[in-house]
C-alpha cells in the first residue's frame, strides 16, 4: 500500500511523491469535495489562485481530471480508468461529499483492491487525506455532513476508507480559515479516546511497504 497524504495542497515533500510513483506518472485528480461549490466559480479560482492540475504538471506528472459523478453506478468504467493511472489525488474541500462520491462510484471498494495488489497509489490533501481514516467521526466539526451537490444521495456515510489505523486533523495551528475548527476536532477526538495525528499546513505522512511516517514542516 503506498499513500502520500498532506494537511494542505501536496506539503513539503513533493519529492517524495516524484520518488513514490515516479517522474510523469498518470494522475487522476478526484475534486469531488467541491461539488457543492458553483461551477464558475471553481473554474475561477482554479484560473486565478490554485489549479491542482496545472501544479501537478509543474510537478513532472501527467495529470488530468477524474470526475467520480461520471461514474456514479458504473464502477466497471471507473475500474478500467483506475486501471491506466499510477496515483489518484483527491483534493481539500467537503470531506463528507467526497465520501459520498467514493460510494455511488464505487471507487471505496475498487481503491482497497488496488491498493492491496500495488497498482495504484493514493494521494490526498485535507479532506482527501481525511477519507483515509477509520471514520469521519469529529469531522463534523469542520466540515457540514449535509452539504449536498446535485446527483448525490442524501444519507451521511461516517465510515472512511480505513488507509489508517488512526485519524488525522488537518490545518492544525496553521495559517489557515479552519484551524480553530481543527482544534476543535483534536479536542473531541482526545475526549473519545480516538487515535489521532494532527498536520500543521506543509506536513506529510506517508504509508508504504516502510511503514508509516510523518515529515514536518
Not at 116 to 144: F, H, Q, T, W
Request: with cysteine; proline share 4%.
Amino acid at each position: 500500500m503506498r499513500l502520500y497524504l498532506s494537511s494542505y495542497r501536496f506539503g513539503d515533500r513533493v519529492d517524495l511523491l516524484l520518488a513514490m510513483v515516479g517522474q510523469g506518472a498518470r494522475v487522476g485528480v478526484i475534486a469531488n469535495a467541491l461539488d457543492a461549490i458553483p461551477p464558475q466559480s471553481r473554474a475561477d479560482y482554479a484560473h486565478n489562485v490554485y489549479d491542482p492540475i496545472a501544479a501537478l504538471h509543474a510537478h513532472g506528472f501527467d495529470a488530468c481530471a477524474l470526475d467520480l459523478r461520471d461514474h456514479f453506478g458504473k464502477s466497471a468504467a471507473l475500474e478500467a480508468e483506475l486501471s491506466s493511472l499510477d496515483l489518484v489525488w483527491a483534493t481539500g474541500g467537503n470531506a463528507f461529499l467526497l465520501r459520498r462520491a467514493m460510494r455511488q462510484s464505487g471507487f471505496d471498494e475498487l481503491i482497497g483492491r488496488f491498493l492491496a495488489a500495488d497498482r495504484l497509489a493514493y494521494g490526498g490533501e485535507s479532506a482527501g487525506a481525511v477519507v483515509a481514516c477509520p471514520n469521519l467521526k469529529g469531522i463534523e466539526l469542520m466540515d457540514d455532513p449535509s452539504q449536498l451537490a446535485a446527483g448525490y444521495d442524501a444519507g451521511i456515510i461516517w465510515e472512511g476508507l480505513d488507509l489508517l489505523p488512526f485519524h488525522l486533523v488537518p490545518h492544525y495551528d496553521s495559517a489557515h480559515p479552519e484551524t480553530e475548527a481543527a482544534e476543535k476536532v483534536t479536542f473531541f477526538m482526545l475526549d473519545q479516546a480516538m487515535a489521532y495525528r494532527t498536520m500543521r499546513d506543509g506536513d506529510v505522512l506517508i504509508r508504504d511497504a516502510a511503514g508509516i511516517r510523518a515529515y514536518e514542516r
